[in-house]
């Protein structure tokens, strides 16, 4: 009980829990979308959809300002890769905030001479850049992971004795291949957070690049990859250590 008061006074709980429930609602409409004695029920969830993506723009107000600040911590990382990748990653999602605020402004009429379309694809551009960069940061300390285990002299016996109980495997397979996919998989295996963050950014990333028509695919696609991702993020604020550092 005390985990889950702790979860939802946090505002970025609450805004998972919503951003689930968002992305829930978009996937049950998808699925029910050909029903038609299912009508009613459709609209009440397009209703709630669109109250969730209301109530996630008003908890998001101010997100830019965390983001500059990330931006500006994030320059003192000795690491000129993941330096330069959460920078950028964070002023993008900088952007990306400031277009979400002026969007939701404009919905109720604080501002009006804007195009809505423009602003809309701008702030999916600087998401879907600051995606990008989270999965290069991704890949990078993965590499760095697999680097550090290929050199361990534990590790090498360890795949050796995986090659030798699984010659059937290693003949169809080719054996660098095989070991190369062994050796991804033990890293990810030891830093869950890791992998946590990478599947989670691969999830997101659906949604921008269908919407962008980089790579469309539907609405059912783009539920359930936010649904995931929704879940995934709740983990990572559920438990800390499943939240990759830096």
């Known amino acids: 009980m005390e985990t889950f008061i702790s979860f939802t006074n946090q505002s970025q709980g609450r805004d998972r829990i919503f951003r689930a429930t968002q992305y829930a609602c978009a996937l049950a409409k998808y699925l029910l979308r050909n029903e038609a004695k299912r009508k009613e029920l459709v609209k009440k969830l397009q209703f709630l959809e669109s109250n969730m993506s209301s109530g996630r723009k008003l908890f998001r107000l101010g997100n830019s300002v965390n983001s500059i600040h990330a931006a500006k911590s994030t320059l003192h990382i000795s690491d000129p890769v993941l330096r330069f990748c959460l920078t950028f990653g964070n ?34 551009r600087f998401y879907f850049l600051s995606l990008v960069m989270n999965l290069t940061r991704d890949v990078y300390v993965i590499i760095q992971l697999m680097v550090q285990k290929s050199r361990d002299r534990h590790y090498q016996k360890k ?22 996919l062994f ?64």
């Open 91 to 124: 002023l993008n999602r900088a952007l990306y905030f400031i277009c979400d605020n002026i969007l939701w402004a404009r919905s109720i009429g604080l501002i009006r001479d804007i195009d809505k379309e423009r602003w809309s694809l701008s702030s999916t």
């Open 159 to 180: 795949i050796d004795q995986h090659l030798n109980e699984s010659p059937d495997v290693a003949c169809v397979i080719v054996p660098q291949l095989d070991a190369f």
């Open 183 to 246: 050796l991804l998989l033990e890293s990810l295996r030891n830093e869950p957070s890791v992998a946590l963050d990478t599947f989670k950014n691969v999830c997101d990333l659906f949604i921008p690049l269908d919407k962008l028509g980089i790579y469309q695919t539907n609405a059912g696609v783009v539920g359930f990859c936010g649904l995931v991702s929704s879940l995934l993020g709740i983990l990572s604020v559920l438990r800390p250590s499943l939240k990759i550092k830096p």
